[in-house]
């Protein structure tokens, strides 16, 4: 609609030009202006849904993709921006067809920096509980705004990261920006092979996690076949405002198999201090 609306302003006639090209050049300016209108307003007012948690053993997840806004970027070290949003999608699941930005839109190809914006609203159950937002992976570098406020920064494009959301307002409502920097993509000239022809800003799923105070925050299994031995590195996070006794305890199964465990490992009783977490 701009560019209509910049082709119909040069084309317009002079004073000498007859009455009826006047009001046909005038017509069609006005209504090359009504679209843009339109259309921005649409870019500005993508919708805010109430995310649905899915539950499981005591947390939930809430998938955050869908329509999204983006705008391409020189930088993202400046001002947060607030209007010029292009509307996107994200998906839902974790895919290699759309990990790049410019895959969604021609013109977002050469763009070393992005902006993305997702409007939320967390239901009123889940707002006094522990939240945090789980990226699957951003390329190159993330910086995370939550309702203005920078909850966190993240390096690294193939690894999966989380970010403590901290409370939300009263009813939920809750605007999340993320800037991204692809340094890959400002490598010139461009090597072939190099991942920036295949990975910029956000492309793996984005989730809302909703979790109990205390909570298993990460498992990491090590297997020695010389010892014939399995060790399992459980990390407890206590966000409770009081320490926590928790008893960890792990079992293996085989893979693919619905059958009893094949090993059970002791429970450890770990003291866990409010506000951290333990290994």
């Known amino acids: ?43 500005e007012d993508i919708p805010a849904d109430r995310l649905e948690f899915v539950r499981s053993g005591g947390c939930g997840v809430a998938n955050l993709g869908g329509a999204w806004g983006f705008q391409p970027a020189t930088e993202i ?19 290699w067809k759309r990990n790049h930005w410019g895959k969604h839109r021609q013109e977002w190809a050469k ?13 009123e159950a889940a707002r006094g509980r522990h939240l945090r937002l789980r990226f699957g992976a951003v390329h190159t570098e993330a910086e995370v705004w939550l309702n203005g406020r920078k909850i966190g920064r993240h390096v690294g494009g193939l690894t999966p990261f989380e970010l403590p959301v901290g409370a939300v307002p009263g009813d939920g409502a809750c605007e999340l920006i993320v800037g991204c920097r692809s340094s890959l993509a400002k490598i010139e000239p461009q090597p072939l092979g190099a ?45 409770s405002p ?38």
């Open 1 to 43: 609609a701009r560019r209509q609306l910049g082709r119909m302003k040069k084309l317009a006639p002079s004073g000498h030009a007859s009455r009826a090209r006047m009001d046909t050049t005038q017509t069609a300016l006005e209504l090359a202006q009504l679209h843009l209108e339109q259309a921005k307003a649409e870019l």
């Open 195 to 239: 991942m920036h022809r295949f990975h910029a800003g956000i492309w793996q799923k984005v989730e809302l996690l909703d979790l109990p105070l205390v909570h298993v925050a990460d498992v990491f299994v090590m297997a020695s076949v010389q010892e014939r031995r399995l060790r399992v590195l459980v990390t407890v996070r206590n966000a």
């Open 242 to 279: 009081a320490e926590a006794v928790v008893p960890v305890s792990a079992e293996v199964f085989v893979s693919g198999r619905k059958a009893a465990p094949v090993l059970r490992l002791s429970a450890v009783a770990v003291p866990v201090p409010a506000g951290q977490e333990r290994q």
């Open 111 to 123: 763009a070393t920096c992005g902006w993305y914006r997702r409007r939320f609203v967390v239901p």
């Open 77 to 95: 070290g400046g001002k947060v921006p607030r209007e010029g949003w292009q509307p996107m999608t994200i998906a839902k699941e974790d895919t």
